[in-house]
């Protein structure tokens, strides 16, 4: 039997095993031997990560061909409007080329959201939101430059759901095992 890993990757740690001079690494949180992470999120994001001893489900996870839907919540800068949904709706054009349409909405803050260390900066006079994404790309730092291009930078971005698997409500630093 295959184990998964469901892991809530904090803020700042990167997603590797072996030690890093500036950041916190996986190793610091999780004592499992022979698991590798399915995908990763830059040191700057943070929520779901799966990690597996499988190379098959591995492969299937974070393999492009697949297109294994990943869903995010993002705080971005300003109030977003419709207009920047529609645009993310149909897809944007990058410097790499156009994305695949994706899934947006706006949405409240997520409840039961855990506070980020440290915290997204605060401007009185410039308001925050956020909105649920998915997409089904897993291009270099996608969602930030998406949100970017149509006019609202991302300020803090959660994977919540990969696939099947939720977030749920794990917190930072924790992991659940799963038999797969």
């Keep these: 039997m295959s184990k998964l890993i469901v892991f809530n990757k904090p803020y700042g740690v990167i ?5 890093h ?3 916190p ?3 610091e949180y999780i004592d499992i031997k022979d698991v590798y992470a399915a995908g990763r999120l ?3 994001s943070e929520g779901l990560l799966l990690l597996t001893d499988d190379g098959k489900l591995q492969n299937k996870i974070s393999s492009p061909k697949n297109k294994m839907k990943k869903t995010y919540w993002v705080q971005v800068d300003k109030k977003i409007t419709q ?3 529609e645009q993310l709706k149909k897809g944007v054009k990058l410097k790499d080329g156009l994305t695949k349409p994706a899934q947006a909405k706006i949405i409240s803050q997520p409840e039961n959201l855990w506070p980020r260390d440290p915290p997204v900066r605060f401007r009185k006079e410039i308001p925050t939101s956020w909105l649920e994404l998915t997409i089904s790309e897993g ?3 996608q969602v930030r430059r998406m949100t970017a291009a149509v ?3 991302t300020l803090r971005l959660i994977r919540c759901r990969i696939g099947e ?3 749920n409500n794990i917190q930072p630093g924790e992991f659940v095992i799963l038999d797969v």
């Design 25 to 27: 690494s996986l190793a």
């Design 139 to 141: 291009r270099n730092r």
């Design 165 to 167: 698997w939720r977030l």
């Design 83 to 85: 207009q920047a949904i």
């Design 15 to 19: 997603c590797q095993f072996s030690e």
């Design 21 to 23: 001079e500036k950041h």
């Design 42 to 44: 830059d040191h700057d």
């Design 151 to 153: 006019g609202f930078p």
